[in-house]
Antibody
């Protein structure tokens, strides 16, 4: 059974940092692109970042470029999102998801809440 | 960036009704379109990919159509468990933008 479990969310002050993790199981992690998607309170879904199977390609939405870094550890079946210089508008539930055939987000975690507030 | 515009933003319908949600892309995206369903308190769920392909396990009352810039998600006979927000997403190029969502409620 495919499972994705996010962790690392919490309350952080503006300008602070957080590192989200996503533990994957039930599939061959190293053969899939992975993604982070977020949903801010009262808003819709927003794609945040994608990473290729071997980590050699990474793509970001403009609003996080230069502040967030997506990475992965295939030996540990884990996906990460390092978030620096956090802003109030980064407050959201962050989901990791598996990207079947590069594009189709077919399995999702339950999400982890990030709140940026003083 | 490709912008995705959904309509309506919210919709109220009765059980058994046929429901249609539209999604328009700001440029031609061929059939590079996905539909997701997000039930309140849950993670999103993949319904339709490549504009018209039904994901395994999704009820056949869901149908996707369209290509180019105009796309449609149709629920042929609305069920109570379909209460959710529906999103389209393009994957023609990065950033993989979503539409703003359509919140579906039961009358």
């Amino acid at each position: 059974e495919v499972q994705l479990v996010e962790s690392g969310g919490g309350l952080v002050q503006p300008g602070g940092s957080l590192r989200l993790s996503c533990a994957a199981s039930g599939f061959t992690f190293s053969t899939y692109w992975m993604t982070w998607v977020r949903r801010a309170p009262g808003k819709g879904l927003e794609w945040v970042a994608n990473i290729k199977r071997d980590g050699s390609e990474r793509y970001y939405v403009d609003s996080v470029e230069g502040r967030f870094t997506i990475s992965r550890d295939n030996a540990k079946n884990s996906l990460f999102l390092q978030m620096n210089s956090l802003r109030a508008e980064d407050t959201a539930v962050y989901y990791c998801a598996r990207a079947r055939d590069h594009y189709y987000f077919d399995y999702w975690g339950q999400g982890t809440l990030v709140t940026v507030s003083s | 960036d490709i912008q995705m515009t959904q309509s309506p933003s919210s919709l109220s319908a009765s059980v058994g009704d046929r429901v249609t949600i539209t999604c328009q892309a700001s440029q031609d995206i061929s059939n590079y379109l996905i539909w997701y369903q997000q039930i309140p308190g849950k993670a999103p769920n993949l319904l339709i990919y490549d504009a018209s392909n039904l994901e395994t396990g999704v009820p056949s009352r869901f149908r996707g159509s369209g290509s180019g810039t105009d796309f449609t998600l149709t629920i042929s006979s609305l069920q109570p468990e379909d209460i959710a927000t529906y999103y389209c997403q393009q994957y023609y190029n990065f950033p993989y933008n979503f539409g703003q969502g359509t919140k579906l409620e039961i009358k």
